[in-house]
Protein backbone atom coordinates (compact mmCIF):
# COMPACT_ATOMS: atom_id res chain seq x y z
CA UNK A 1 0.00 0.00 0.00
CA UNK A 2 1.17 3.37 -1.03
CA UNK A 3 -0.19 6.09 0.89
CA UNK A 4 -0.69 9.83 -2.22
CA UNK A 5 -0.75 13.39 -0.97
CA UNK A 6 -2.92 15.70 -3.32
CA UNK A 7 -3.65 19.44 -3.16
CA UNK A 8 -7.05 20.45 -5.13
CA UNK A 9 -7.99 23.51 -6.15
CA UNK A 10 -12.28 24.06 -6.76
CA UNK A 11 -14.83 26.09 -7.04
CA UNK A 12 -17.51 25.40 -4.85
CA UNK A 13 -20.03 27.20 -6.76
CA UNK A 14 -21.98 24.16 -8.26
CA UNK A 15 -20.75 22.04 -5.28
CA UNK A 16 -23.30 20.74 -2.24
CA UNK A 17 -19.50 21.09 -0.66
CA UNK A 18 -16.96 18.74 0.04
CA UNK A 19 -18.38 16.15 1.74
CA UNK A 20 -19.86 13.02 0.06
CA UNK A 21 -23.96 12.96 0.47
CA UNK A 22 -26.64 11.00 -1.46
CA UNK A 23 -28.49 12.44 -4.68
CA UNK A 24 -25.68 15.98 -4.54
CA UNK A 25 -22.65 16.50 -6.51
CA UNK A 26 -19.41 17.33 -4.09
CA UNK A 27 -16.29 17.37 -4.37
CA UNK A 28 -15.61 14.34 -2.70
CA UNK A 29 -17.70 12.65 -4.36
CA UNK A 30 -15.89 13.38 -8.03
CA UNK A 31 -12.64 12.41 -6.59
CA UNK A 32 -13.75 9.31 -5.21
CA UNK A 33 -15.69 8.66 -8.78
CA UNK A 34 -12.19 9.21 -10.47
CA UNK A 35 -10.85 6.40 -7.57
CA UNK A 36 -13.47 3.92 -8.22
CA UNK A 37 -12.68 3.87 -12.13
CA UNK A 38 -9.43 3.09 -11.52
CA UNK A 39 -9.34 1.15 -8.72
CA UNK A 40 -11.52 -1.27 -9.88
CA UNK A 41 -13.06 -0.62 -6.12
CA UNK A 42 -14.44 2.29 -4.30
CA UNK A 43 -11.46 3.92 -2.31
CA UNK A 44 -11.66 6.94 0.53
CA UNK A 45 -10.42 9.79 0.40
CA UNK A 46 -9.75 12.03 3.59
CA UNK A 47 -9.07 15.73 3.48
CA UNK A 48 -7.79 18.18 5.73
CA UNK A 49 -11.49 19.16 6.61
CA UNK A 50 -14.66 19.95 5.06
CA UNK A 51 -15.90 23.19 3.26
CA UNK A 52 -19.41 23.74 3.02
CA UNK A 53 -21.97 24.31 0.15
CA UNK A 54 -20.35 27.28 -2.37
CA UNK A 55 -16.80 27.36 -0.45
CA UNK A 56 -13.49 27.52 -2.76
CA UNK A 57 -10.66 25.78 -2.16
CA UNK A 58 -6.96 27.22 -3.55
CA UNK A 59 -5.27 24.52 -1.66
CA UNK A 60 -7.47 22.03 0.27
CA UNK A 61 -5.42 18.75 0.74
CA UNK A 62 -6.45 15.39 0.50
CA UNK A 63 -5.01 11.62 1.05
CA UNK A 64 -5.61 8.42 -0.45
CA UNK A 65 -3.79 4.89 -0.02
CA UNK A 66 -3.20 2.64 -3.27
CA UNK A 67 -2.79 -0.79 -4.24
CA UNK A 68 -2.03 0.46 -7.90
CA UNK A 69 2.04 0.21 -9.09
CA UNK A 70 1.89 3.36 -11.25
CA UNK A 71 4.86 6.25 -10.79
CA UNK A 72 3.36 8.94 -8.72
CA UNK A 73 3.15 10.98 -11.89
CA UNK A 74 0.76 9.51 -13.44
CA UNK A 75 -1.90 10.90 -10.97
CA UNK A 76 -1.75 14.77 -11.85
CA UNK A 77 -2.49 13.69 -15.23
CA UNK A 78 -5.20 11.10 -14.50
CA UNK A 79 -7.15 13.32 -12.40
CA UNK A 80 -7.39 16.49 -14.59
CA UNK A 81 -8.10 14.51 -17.97
CA UNK A 82 -11.14 13.20 -15.92
CA UNK A 83 -12.61 14.80 -13.06
CA UNK A 84 -14.74 18.10 -13.98
CA UNK A 85 -13.36 21.70 -15.12
CA UNK A 86 -13.93 23.36 -11.93
CA UNK A 87 -11.59 20.97 -9.66
CA UNK A 88 -7.96 20.62 -10.53
CA UNK A 89 -5.10 18.90 -8.58
CA UNK A 90 -2.17 20.69 -9.01
CA UNK A 91 0.32 18.62 -6.72
CA UNK A 92 0.47 15.17 -5.97
CA UNK A 93 3.57 13.34 -3.96
CA UNK A 94 3.95 10.04 -1.98
CA UNK A 95 4.12 10.10 1.56
CA UNK A 96 4.87 7.96 4.27
CA UNK A 97 1.63 5.94 5.82
CA UNK A 98 1.80 7.93 8.99
CA UNK A 99 0.55 11.30 7.07
CA UNK A 100 -3.04 12.34 7.36
CA UNK A 101 -4.31 15.24 5.86
CA UNK A 102 -6.53 16.12 8.69
CA UNK A 103 -4.61 15.30 12.48
CA UNK A 104 -1.50 15.96 10.90
CA UNK A 105 -1.86 19.56 9.91
CA UNK A 106 -0.61 22.36 11.55
CA UNK A 107 -1.62 25.65 10.16
CA UNK A 108 -4.38 26.69 7.91
CA UNK A 109 -5.05 29.29 6.04
CA UNK A 110 -8.65 30.79 5.09
CA UNK A 111 -8.99 33.74 2.98
CA UNK A 112 -12.14 35.72 2.42
CA UNK A 113 -13.07 38.05 -0.21
CA UNK A 114 -15.16 41.25 0.29
CA UNK A 115 -15.69 43.07 -3.10
CA UNK A 116 -16.63 46.87 -2.16
CA UNK A 117 -17.28 48.44 -5.34
CA UNK A 118 -20.42 50.72 -5.83
CA UNK A 119 -22.60 48.28 -7.92
CA UNK A 120 -22.48 44.20 -7.71
CA UNK A 121 -20.10 42.68 -9.70
CA UNK A 122 -21.51 39.85 -12.78
CA UNK A 123 -18.19 38.55 -12.23
CA UNK A 124 -18.03 38.02 -8.88
CA UNK A 125 -21.29 37.03 -7.82
CA UNK A 126 -19.89 33.42 -6.64
CA UNK A 127 -16.68 34.53 -5.65
CA UNK A 128 -16.63 37.52 -3.55
CA UNK A 129 -18.97 39.07 -0.77
CA UNK A 130 -20.61 42.37 -1.97
CA UNK A 131 -20.38 44.99 1.01
CA UNK A 132 -20.68 48.27 -0.91
CA UNK A 133 -21.22 50.39 2.70
CA UNK A 134 -18.36 52.00 3.54
CA UNK A 135 -16.48 50.00 5.76
CA UNK A 136 -13.35 51.21 7.89
CA UNK A 137 -10.02 48.85 7.50
CA UNK A 138 -8.61 50.29 10.79
CA UNK A 139 -11.78 49.46 12.98
CA UNK A 140 -11.62 45.85 11.25
CA UNK A 141 -7.97 45.51 12.35
CA UNK A 142 -8.40 46.73 15.83
CA UNK A 143 -11.28 44.22 16.71
CA UNK A 144 -9.27 41.30 15.01
CA UNK A 145 -6.25 41.76 17.02
CA UNK A 146 -8.81 40.03 20.18
CA UNK A 147 -8.94 37.59 18.22
CA UNK A 148 -5.29 36.58 18.26
CA UNK A 149 -3.87 33.79 20.53
CA UNK A 150 -5.32 31.06 21.73
CA UNK A 151 -9.31 31.39 23.13
CA UNK A 152 -12.44 29.22 23.54
CA UNK A 153 -13.82 29.92 20.02
CA UNK A 154 -17.50 29.09 21.10
CA UNK A 155 -18.90 32.19 20.15
CA UNK A 156 -17.77 31.82 16.92
CA UNK A 157 -18.19 28.53 15.96
CA UNK A 158 -21.79 26.95 14.43
CA UNK A 159 -23.92 25.33 17.18
CA UNK A 160 -24.11 22.67 14.95
CA UNK A 161 -20.53 21.91 15.54
CA UNK A 162 -20.22 17.98 17.22
CA UNK A 163 -16.47 19.07 18.37
CA UNK A 164 -16.29 19.25 21.86
CA UNK A 165 -13.02 21.24 22.46
CA UNK A 166 -13.33 24.96 21.18
CA UNK A 167 -10.43 26.15 21.87
CA UNK A 168 -8.15 27.09 18.77
CA UNK A 169 -4.72 29.49 18.11
CA UNK A 170 -5.43 32.09 15.17
CA UNK A 171 -2.02 33.58 14.28
CA UNK A 172 -2.78 36.07 11.88
CA UNK A 173 -5.43 38.05 10.77
CA UNK A 174 -4.13 40.47 7.84
CA UNK A 175 -6.39 42.43 5.61
CA UNK A 176 -5.69 43.45 1.89
CA UNK A 177 -7.06 46.00 -0.29
CA UNK A 178 -6.51 45.98 -4.04
CA UNK A 179 -9.08 48.60 -6.15
CA UNK A 180 -12.31 47.19 -5.13
CA UNK A 181 -11.57 44.08 -3.50
CA UNK A 182 -10.84 43.53 0.34
CA UNK A 183 -9.39 40.25 0.89
CA UNK A 184 -9.16 38.98 4.41
CA UNK A 185 -6.47 35.76 5.66
CA UNK A 186 -6.66 33.78 8.30
CA UNK A 187 -4.03 31.79 9.94
CA UNK A 188 -4.55 29.43 12.40
CA UNK A 189 -3.85 25.95 14.15
CA UNK A 190 -7.52 25.11 12.86
CA UNK A 191 -10.51 26.52 12.49
CA UNK A 192 -14.04 25.19 14.21
CA UNK A 193 -17.14 25.11 12.23
CA UNK A 194 -18.16 28.75 10.37
CA UNK A 195 -15.69 30.07 12.42
CA UNK A 196 -13.94 32.28 9.54
CA UNK A 197 -17.19 33.20 8.31
CA UNK A 198 -18.69 33.92 11.81
CA UNK A 199 -15.57 36.37 12.16
CA UNK A 200 -15.66 38.28 8.98
CA UNK A 201 -19.16 38.89 9.40
CA UNK A 202 -18.49 40.33 13.03
CA UNK A 203 -15.39 42.06 11.51
CA UNK A 204 -17.79 43.89 8.73
CA UNK A 205 -20.45 45.35 11.48
CA UNK A 206 -17.36 46.35 13.27
CA UNK A 207 -16.14 48.39 9.78
CA UNK A 208 -19.76 49.69 9.52
CA UNK A 209 -19.68 51.30 12.90
CA UNK A 210 -22.40 48.47 13.79
CA UNK A 211 -20.11 47.66 16.77
CA UNK A 212 -17.44 48.77 18.57
CA UNK A 213 -14.05 47.13 18.21
CA UNK A 214 -13.92 46.12 21.59
CA UNK A 215 -16.57 44.39 21.27
CA UNK A 216 -15.29 41.67 19.76
CA UNK A 217 -13.50 40.68 23.08
CA UNK A 218 -17.20 40.61 24.87
CA UNK A 219 -18.20 38.27 22.08
CA UNK A 220 -15.02 36.24 22.80
CA UNK A 221 -15.45 35.99 26.58
CA UNK A 222 -19.38 35.16 26.27
CA UNK A 223 -18.74 31.85 25.07
CA UNK A 224 -21.89 31.58 23.38
CA UNK A 225 -22.93 31.39 19.89
CA UNK A 226 -26.04 33.85 20.28
CA UNK A 227 -23.44 36.82 21.70
CA UNK A 228 -21.97 36.69 17.71
CA UNK A 229 -23.21 38.15 14.55
CA UNK A 230 -24.12 36.76 11.30
CA UNK A 231 -22.05 34.00 9.05
CA UNK A 232 -20.97 36.08 6.05
CA UNK A 233 -21.93 33.85 3.27
CA UNK A 234 -20.27 31.16 1.39
CA UNK A 235 -19.00 32.53 -1.87
CA UNK A 236 -16.52 34.87 -0.49
CA UNK A 237 -14.66 31.71 1.39
CA UNK A 238 -11.43 30.51 0.04
CA UNK A 239 -9.51 27.67 1.55
CA UNK A 240 -6.39 28.73 1.05
CA UNK A 241 -3.61 26.29 1.99
CA UNK A 242 -2.93 23.67 4.37
CA UNK A 243 0.40 23.12 6.14
CA UNK A 244 1.99 20.07 7.68
CA UNK A 245 5.01 19.73 9.91
CA UNK A 246 7.33 18.51 7.49
CA UNK A 247 6.61 21.33 5.07
CA UNK A 248 9.03 23.36 4.38
CA UNK B 1 -39.32 60.96 -26.52
CA UNK B 2 -36.31 60.67 -24.03
CA UNK B 3 -32.92 59.07 -25.03
CA UNK B 4 -31.43 57.30 -22.54
CA UNK B 5 -27.49 55.66 -22.55
CA UNK B 6 -26.55 53.00 -20.25
CA UNK B 7 -23.74 50.99 -19.54
CA UNK B 8 -23.81 47.70 -18.92
CA UNK B 9 -21.18 44.58 -17.77
CA UNK B 10 -22.16 41.02 -18.42
CA UNK B 11 -20.66 37.87 -17.82
CA UNK B 12 -21.28 36.31 -20.64
CA UNK B 13 -20.86 33.04 -20.03
CA UNK B 14 -24.07 31.60 -19.66
CA UNK B 15 -25.70 33.11 -22.47
CA UNK B 16 -25.92 32.75 -26.53
CA UNK B 17 -24.40 36.13 -26.88
CA UNK B 18 -25.69 39.80 -27.07
CA UNK B 19 -28.41 39.90 -29.45
CA UNK B 20 -32.11 38.61 -29.41
CA UNK B 21 -32.48 35.28 -31.00
CA UNK B 22 -35.60 32.87 -30.51
CA UNK B 23 -35.13 30.59 -28.05
CA UNK B 24 -31.89 31.69 -26.36
CA UNK B 25 -30.67 33.67 -23.18
CA UNK B 26 -29.41 36.17 -24.32
CA UNK B 27 -27.88 40.22 -23.34
CA UNK B 28 -29.98 42.27 -25.15
CA UNK B 29 -33.34 39.90 -24.60
CA UNK B 30 -32.90 40.04 -20.69
CA UNK B 31 -32.40 43.84 -20.72
CA UNK B 32 -35.74 44.20 -22.96
CA UNK B 33 -37.87 41.92 -21.23
CA UNK B 34 -37.36 44.57 -18.04
CA UNK B 35 -37.76 47.63 -20.14
CA UNK B 36 -41.09 46.11 -21.60
CA UNK B 37 -42.57 44.77 -18.10
CA UNK B 38 -41.90 48.77 -17.47
CA UNK B 39 -43.30 50.34 -20.53
CA UNK B 40 -45.54 47.31 -21.33
CA UNK B 41 -45.07 47.42 -24.78
CA UNK B 42 -41.86 46.46 -26.63
CA UNK B 43 -38.74 49.00 -26.56
CA UNK B 44 -36.02 47.94 -28.72
CA UNK B 45 -32.39 48.90 -27.71
CA UNK B 46 -28.92 49.31 -29.55
CA UNK B 47 -26.06 48.65 -28.31
CA UNK B 48 -22.08 49.80 -29.74
CA UNK B 49 -22.13 46.45 -31.07
CA UNK B 50 -22.78 42.60 -30.83
CA UNK B 51 -20.90 40.07 -29.06
CA UNK B 52 -20.81 36.37 -29.03
CA UNK B 53 -21.95 33.45 -27.07
CA UNK B 54 -19.24 33.55 -23.86
CA UNK B 55 -17.73 36.72 -24.73
CA UNK B 56 -17.77 39.10 -21.57
CA UNK B 57 -18.69 43.17 -21.33
CA UNK B 58 -16.88 45.51 -19.00
CA UNK B 59 -18.03 48.28 -20.22
CA UNK B 60 -21.05 47.81 -23.23
CA UNK B 61 -22.73 50.87 -23.97
CA UNK B 62 -26.51 50.85 -25.10
CA UNK B 63 -29.38 53.14 -25.70
CA UNK B 64 -33.47 53.15 -25.81
CA UNK B 65 -36.13 55.76 -26.32
CA UNK B 66 -38.42 56.27 -23.98
CA UNK B 67 -41.79 58.65 -23.24
CA UNK B 68 -41.76 57.60 -19.36
CA UNK B 69 -41.35 60.26 -16.96
CA UNK B 70 -39.26 59.47 -14.31
CA UNK B 71 -35.57 60.55 -13.52
CA UNK B 72 -32.86 59.40 -14.90
CA UNK B 73 -31.28 58.06 -11.51
CA UNK B 74 -34.32 55.75 -11.35
CA UNK B 75 -33.18 53.64 -13.85
CA UNK B 76 -30.18 52.00 -12.53
CA UNK B 77 -31.93 50.73 -9.79
CA UNK B 78 -34.46 49.32 -11.70
CA UNK B 79 -32.65 47.67 -14.38
CA UNK B 80 -30.32 45.91 -10.79
CA UNK B 81 -33.34 44.96 -9.17
CA UNK B 82 -34.75 43.30 -12.26
CA UNK B 83 -31.56 41.64 -13.36
CA UNK B 84 -29.91 38.59 -13.72
CA UNK B 85 -27.22 38.81 -11.76
CA UNK B 86 -24.77 38.34 -14.48
CA UNK B 87 -26.15 41.78 -15.82
CA UNK B 88 -25.04 45.13 -13.91
CA UNK B 89 -25.74 48.11 -14.99
CA UNK B 90 -23.59 51.11 -14.07
CA UNK B 91 -24.30 53.94 -15.85
CA UNK B 92 -27.35 55.87 -17.01
CA UNK B 93 -27.44 59.13 -18.42
CA UNK B 94 -29.80 60.69 -20.72
CA UNK B 95 -28.16 61.88 -24.09
CA UNK B 96 -29.23 63.75 -26.78
CA UNK B 97 -31.66 62.30 -29.65
CA UNK B 98 -28.66 62.66 -31.77
CA UNK B 99 -26.44 59.72 -29.55
CA UNK B 100 -26.39 56.66 -31.51
CA UNK B 101 -24.69 53.65 -29.14
CA UNK B 102 -23.36 52.06 -32.72
CA UNK B 103 -22.93 55.14 -35.15
CA UNK B 104 -21.73 57.89 -32.57
CA UNK B 105 -18.75 55.65 -31.01
CA UNK B 106 -15.22 56.86 -32.23
CA UNK B 107 -12.55 54.31 -30.50
CA UNK B 108 -13.82 50.71 -28.68
CA UNK B 109 -11.38 48.92 -26.40
CA UNK B 110 -11.21 44.77 -26.04
CA UNK B 111 -9.38 43.01 -23.44
CA UNK B 112 -8.38 39.26 -24.39
CA UNK B 113 -7.11 37.30 -21.29
CA UNK B 114 -4.79 34.52 -21.60
CA UNK B 115 -4.16 32.49 -18.31
CA UNK B 116 -0.12 31.18 -18.34
CA UNK B 117 -0.03 28.65 -15.07
CA UNK B 118 0.85 25.35 -15.94
CA UNK B 119 -2.36 23.88 -15.14
CA UNK B 120 -5.61 24.93 -15.76
CA UNK B 121 -7.30 27.05 -12.83
CA UNK B 122 -11.02 25.99 -11.77
CA UNK B 123 -12.01 29.69 -10.88
CA UNK B 124 -10.96 30.89 -15.21
CA UNK B 125 -12.20 27.90 -17.19
CA UNK B 126 -14.82 30.29 -18.41
CA UNK B 127 -13.05 33.82 -17.85
CA UNK B 128 -9.40 33.44 -19.69
CA UNK B 129 -8.03 31.16 -22.55
CA UNK B 130 -5.57 28.21 -20.84
CA UNK B 131 -2.20 28.77 -22.43
CA UNK B 132 0.41 26.37 -20.36
CA UNK B 133 2.70 26.20 -23.13
CA UNK B 134 5.90 28.88 -22.89
CA UNK B 135 4.77 32.51 -24.72
CA UNK B 136 7.16 34.98 -26.00
CA UNK B 137 5.27 38.56 -24.90
CA UNK B 138 8.20 39.78 -27.00
CA UNK B 139 7.50 38.24 -30.23
CA UNK B 140 3.71 38.79 -30.04
CA UNK B 141 5.00 42.75 -29.08
CA UNK B 142 7.13 42.74 -32.58
CA UNK B 143 4.42 40.92 -34.76
CA UNK B 144 1.43 42.99 -33.38
CA UNK B 145 3.04 46.13 -34.85
CA UNK B 146 2.28 45.25 -37.92
CA UNK B 147 -1.52 45.27 -37.27
CA UNK B 148 -1.32 48.81 -36.10
CA UNK B 149 -2.58 51.79 -37.99
CA UNK B 150 -5.46 51.35 -40.91
CA UNK B 151 -5.36 48.60 -42.76
CA UNK B 152 -7.97 45.84 -44.85
CA UNK B 153 -8.61 43.03 -42.19
CA UNK B 154 -9.72 41.02 -44.35
CA UNK B 155 -7.84 38.07 -43.54
CA UNK B 156 -9.32 38.99 -39.52
CA UNK B 157 -12.26 39.01 -40.46
CA UNK B 158 -14.73 35.53 -40.12
CA UNK B 159 -16.14 34.77 -43.57
CA UNK B 160 -19.24 35.22 -41.88
CA UNK B 161 -19.31 38.74 -41.78
CA UNK B 162 -21.93 40.71 -43.90
CA UNK B 163 -20.15 43.95 -43.53
CA UNK B 164 -18.21 45.28 -47.06
CA UNK B 165 -15.72 47.77 -45.87
CA UNK B 166 -13.02 45.93 -44.18
CA UNK B 167 -10.94 48.60 -43.33
CA UNK B 168 -10.36 49.33 -39.43
CA UNK B 169 -8.02 51.85 -37.66
CA UNK B 170 -6.18 50.36 -34.60
CA UNK B 171 -4.59 52.67 -32.37
CA UNK B 172 -2.83 50.59 -29.99
CA UNK B 173 -2.24 46.89 -29.00
CA UNK B 174 -0.61 46.26 -25.75
CA UNK B 175 0.29 43.44 -23.26
CA UNK B 176 0.03 43.50 -20.06
CA UNK B 177 1.12 40.38 -17.55
CA UNK B 178 0.47 40.48 -13.69
CA UNK B 179 0.90 36.64 -12.36
CA UNK B 180 0.16 33.77 -14.45
CA UNK B 181 -2.36 36.42 -16.57
CA UNK B 182 -1.68 37.76 -19.57
CA UNK B 183 -3.99 40.49 -20.80
CA UNK B 184 -3.82 41.94 -24.53
CA UNK B 185 -5.50 45.55 -24.81
CA UNK B 186 -6.32 46.32 -28.56
CA UNK B 187 -7.87 49.97 -29.16
CA UNK B 188 -9.18 50.87 -32.51
CA UNK B 189 -11.87 52.61 -34.33
CA UNK B 190 -13.96 49.57 -34.95
CA UNK B 191 -13.43 45.98 -34.93
CA UNK B 192 -14.36 43.20 -37.60
CA UNK B 193 -16.48 40.30 -36.53
CA UNK B 194 -14.60 38.22 -34.57
CA UNK B 195 -11.58 40.42 -35.77
CA UNK B 196 -9.74 40.41 -31.87
CA UNK B 197 -9.92 37.08 -31.44
CA UNK B 198 -8.13 35.87 -34.36
CA UNK B 199 -5.94 38.81 -34.26
CA UNK B 200 -5.18 36.91 -30.75
CA UNK B 201 -5.15 33.47 -32.20
CA UNK B 202 -2.43 34.38 -34.57
CA UNK B 203 -0.47 36.55 -32.05
CA UNK B 204 -0.44 33.15 -29.36
CA UNK B 205 0.94 31.28 -32.59
CA UNK B 206 3.77 33.76 -32.67
CA UNK B 207 4.43 33.59 -29.33
CA UNK B 208 4.19 29.79 -29.17
CA UNK B 209 6.90 29.90 -31.94
CA UNK B 210 4.69 28.43 -34.55
CA UNK B 211 4.66 31.55 -36.87
CA UNK B 212 7.56 34.10 -36.88
CA UNK B 213 6.40 37.85 -36.43
CA UNK B 214 6.77 38.63 -40.48
CA UNK B 215 3.95 36.39 -41.11
CA UNK B 216 1.33 38.63 -39.41
CA UNK B 217 2.20 41.14 -42.40
CA UNK B 218 1.77 38.34 -44.77
CA UNK B 219 -1.23 37.42 -43.60
CA UNK B 220 -2.32 41.06 -43.93
CA UNK B 221 -1.17 41.87 -47.17
CA UNK B 222 -3.03 38.46 -48.35
CA UNK B 223 -6.31 40.09 -47.64
CA UNK B 224 -8.07 36.62 -47.14
CA UNK B 225 -9.14 35.17 -43.88
CA UNK B 226 -7.63 31.51 -44.63
CA UNK B 227 -4.22 33.26 -44.47
CA UNK B 228 -5.50 34.04 -40.66
CA UNK B 229 -5.07 31.28 -38.02
CA UNK B 230 -6.89 29.75 -35.66
CA UNK B 231 -9.81 32.28 -33.85
CA UNK B 232 -9.26 32.32 -29.82
CA UNK B 233 -12.11 30.86 -27.90
CA UNK B 234 -14.96 33.17 -26.45
CA UNK B 235 -14.05 33.07 -23.27
CA UNK B 236 -11.13 35.65 -22.80
CA UNK B 237 -12.88 38.51 -24.64
CA UNK B 238 -13.58 41.72 -22.76
CA UNK B 239 -15.68 44.32 -24.61
CA UNK B 240 -14.17 46.96 -22.20
CA UNK B 241 -15.29 50.29 -23.03
CA UNK B 242 -16.77 52.29 -26.01
CA UNK B 243 -15.55 56.27 -25.99
CA UNK B 244 -17.68 58.96 -27.85
CA UNK B 245 -16.87 62.00 -29.07
CA UNK B 246 -18.39 64.02 -26.54
CA UNK B 247 -16.78 61.88 -23.54
CA UNK B 248 -13.74 63.27 -21.88
Redesign the interface.
Known amino acids: MRRIKCTV ?3 GTWYAGYQVQPNSKTIQGEIEKVLEKIHGKPIRISASGRTDAGV ?1 AIGQVFHFDTDTKFPVEKWLPIF ?1 SQLP ?6 HVEEVAGSFHSRFGSIEKEYQYKVYRG ?6 L ?1 H ?1 AYHVPHSLSVQKMEEASRYLLGTHDFTSFCSAKTEVEDKVRTIFTISMEEEENMLTFSLVGNGFLYNMVRIIIGVLIEVGQGKRAPIEVKEILEAKDRRAGGKTAPAQGLYLYRVKYSNDN
Chains 1, 2 share one sequence.
Request: proline share 11%; net charge negative; glycine share 0%.
Open positions: QYDHNNDIVVNPHKSPFIH
